[in-house]
């Protein structure tokens, strides 16, 4: 199975502050992508889905370039509430099975 | 909201018994999956089921482990003769459909071999 590489930080910053995170894929067959949210021994939950317009949700924007194999996930005005494990997920729809190939995540803590 | 339901939240076993990890996905949907992440490290695909088959697996998901969906409603993970590596949390997951579907997660069981 191909790799997903992020960062694993960790991010501390301010609230307030806008942090961005990078991953790169290694698989150029995927074909879908999305931001994952992980807090501490909790289950996955989706934060967005990524798609190659690149799309925006509230404070967080997400970006995908398939020629780099890259993709992106900024946070603008942090809140402590997003301190969590950000996780970047690719979807290879191989064998009609779409399991998910998961990153080891980026952390990030955002203090008072 | 409808939501994967998982039990037990934490088992405990011992080497070489054997567990039942159960789920109910969420009703409507059609696809399902077993991860599981052990501490520390990633998310890790084990299991894909559609269509009352395995559709896909990987290769931590050997021998020892089996899927089943017994009735409409649970699906279970059976893992026959665990060893300490099996310890880990395991997620179950579902989604509605093919294609580029959110896969919904349940809040996962702890397993601990001793």
């Known amino acids: 199975r191909k790799e997903v590489e992020q960062d694993p930080g960790p991010f501390n910053v301010p609230e307030g502050a806008t942090v961005a995170f990078n991953c790169t894929y290694s698989?150029?067959?995927?074909?879908?992508f999305f931001w994952y949210r992980q807090d501490c021994r909790k289950e996955p939950k989706l934060l967005m889905s990524?798609?190659?317009s690149g799309n925006e949700d509230g404070r967080f924007t997400a970006q995908l370039n398939r020629a780099s194999q890259y993709i992106s996930l900024l946070i603008r005005d942090s809140k402590l509430s997003d301190s969590a494990t950000y996780l970047c997920?690719?979807?290879?729809?191989?064998?009609?099975?779409?399991?998910?190939?998961f990153g080891k995540g980026t952390s990030l803590l955002v203090t008072p | 909201e409808p939501e994967v339901t998982q039990t037990p939240s934490h088992q405990v076993t011992q080497m070489g018994q054997e567990v039942i990890l159960r789920c109910v996905p969420i009703?409507?949907?059609?696809?399902f999956y077993w991860y599981r992440q052990i501490l520390g490290q990633k998310v890790e695909f084990l299991v894909s089921?559609?269509?009352?088959?395995?559709?896909?697996k990987s290769e931590i998901f050997d021998d020892q482990f089996s899927v089943e969906r017994p009735d409409g409603s649970n699906f279970t993970l059976k893992i026959r003769s665990t060893k300490l590596e099996d310890s880990a949390m395991y997620f179950c997951?579902?989604?509605?459909?093919?294609?580029?579907?959110?896969?919904?997660f349940g809040p996962g069981t702890r397993l601990l071999v001793l």
């Open positions: 009703s409507n949907h059609l696809y």
């Open positions: 990524v798609y190659s």
């Open positions: 997920v690719v979807n290879m729809n191989s064998n009609s099975g779409y399991a998910l190939n």
């Open positions: 089921f559609y269509n009352n088959e395995i559709s896909e």
């Open positions: 997951a579902s989604k509605v459909r093919g294609g580029q579907e959110t896969q919904y």
């Open positions: 698989n150029s067959a995927s074909q879908s």
